[in-house]
């Protein structure tokens, strides 16, 4: 079974630009949740969606969004970046309740 | 505040050392225990789980992991150390009737084993 993807791998945006990332879940998994990796921060929790609704959000402005589609794909969008949006964005999906399987990140990179 | 407290946040062992990783939590209620691991250049990946009963755990590659309600704590363990596990270690907790599913992280622990 193929694991979670995520395109694009890479990605430089300059201050103030707009990036939208996107996430293929497992198949069968309906639950994807995205995740901000940062050296200082650590893992942080951004939001989970499910069946097209968000049914969680963490604490980040509202510059970050996102969206689940009818095939469970996900994206999410960060507009008017900022040199602190630099992370490795991680998506994770699951069969609903149950273990999150990761994929390998987009990294982005704010100049 | 709801948190997850890793310990020790760089480790450096000989192969064949014993591995003991301590994870401690905040949380009331029910939870759910995770112990992910991140090798060099590679995703996360789930070592292992606790969502209900024997608190202790196997996982993959000889890892092991005990919950301690009383103490909330969920150290993760390894008899012999290999090379091969060098990589970052992160604990994670979710409450399923608190916080929902989002997965809460430590900060992560870094082990390095050296032959």
């Known amino acids: 079974k193929a694991g979670v993807t995520q395109t694009p791998r890479y990605l430089i945006k300059t201050r103030g630009q707009q990036v939208t990332l996107s996430c293929s879940p497992i198949s069968g998994h309906r639950s994807v949740s995205w995740y901000q990796q940062t050296p200082g921060q650590g893992l942080q929790f951004l939001f989970e969606?499910?069946?097209?609704?968000?049914?969680n959000k963490g604490n980040f402005p509202g510059r970050f969004s996102g969206r689940q589609f009818s095939n469970s794909r996900s994206e999410m969008n960060v507009s008017t970046l900022e040199l602190g949006d630099s992370a490795l964005y991680l998506c994770a999906s699951s069969k609903d309740q149950g273990v999150q399987y990761f994929g390998p990140g987009t990294r982005l990179t704010v100049t | 505040a709801q948190s997850v407290s890793q310990h020790n946040h760089h480790v450096i062992l000989s192969e064949a050392a014993s591995l003991e990783l301590g994870c401690n939590y905040s949380?009331?209620?029910?939870?759910?225990l995770f112990w992910y691991v991140q090798y060099p250049g590679q995703h996360l990946q789930l070592l292992l789980k606790?969502?209900?009963?024997?608190?202790l755990v196997k996982g993959i590659k000889g890892f092991e992991a005990e919950f301690i309600k009383s103490k909330f704590s969920f150290n993760l363990r390894k008899p012999s150390v290999q090379w091969s596990d060098t990589a970052e270690y992160f604990c994670a907790v979710n409450a399923p009737g608190n916080s929902g599913y989002a997965l809460n992280f430590g900060k992560g622990t870094s082990l390095l084993v050296t032959p």
């Open positions: 949380y009331g209620g029910t939870v759910n």
């Open positions: 969606y499910f069946s097209e609704t968000q049914r």
């Open positions: 606790y969502f209900s009963g024997d608190p």
